[in-house]
């Protein structure tokens, strides 16, 4: 099961800190990612994280957005800096397995960016 919290209303140029707590099997997750859904619009990549600690970004957070986790307290942050009002979406944090055989998805947390 993942949780996802930190959403809120932050004016142009400013940072949140969204978090993903994942409890149950999360021996079977691999890679933690967090997509984003703005109105009308498909659900897109943001961001990953390996169990490895490897990380990867859209071309829209690079240089904005860090990815990054606590292993002991099973959560997955995602740290957003610079915030633009084309970011406003609801994002929402996945965990899933190399096979695919485990793909669980977090309720989505809004960050609504406006002046």
């Known amino acids: 099961q993942l949780q996802a919290f930190g959403g809120g209303v932050v004016q142009p140029g400013g940072s949140l800190r969204l978090a993903c707590a994942a409890s149950?099997?999360?021996?079977?997750?691999?890679?933690m990612r967090w997509y984003k859904q703005a109105p009308g619009k498909q659900r897109e990549y943001v961001a990953s994280?390996?169990?490895?600690?490897?990380?990867g970004y859209a071309d829209s957070a690079k240089g904005r957005f860090t990815i990054s986790r606590d292993n002991a307290k099973n959560t997955v942050f995602l740290q957003m800096d610079s915030l633009k009002s084309e970011d406003t979406a609801v994002y929402y944090c996945?965990?899933?397995?190399?096979?695919?055989?485990?793909?669980?998805w977090g309720q989505g947390t809004l960050v609504t960016v406006s002046s």
């Open positions: 996945n965990g899933a397995s190399w096979s695919g055989r485990y793909d669980y």
């Open positions: 994280i390996t169990s490895g600690g490897t990380t």
């Open positions: 149950g099997r999360i021996s079977s997750i691999n890679v």
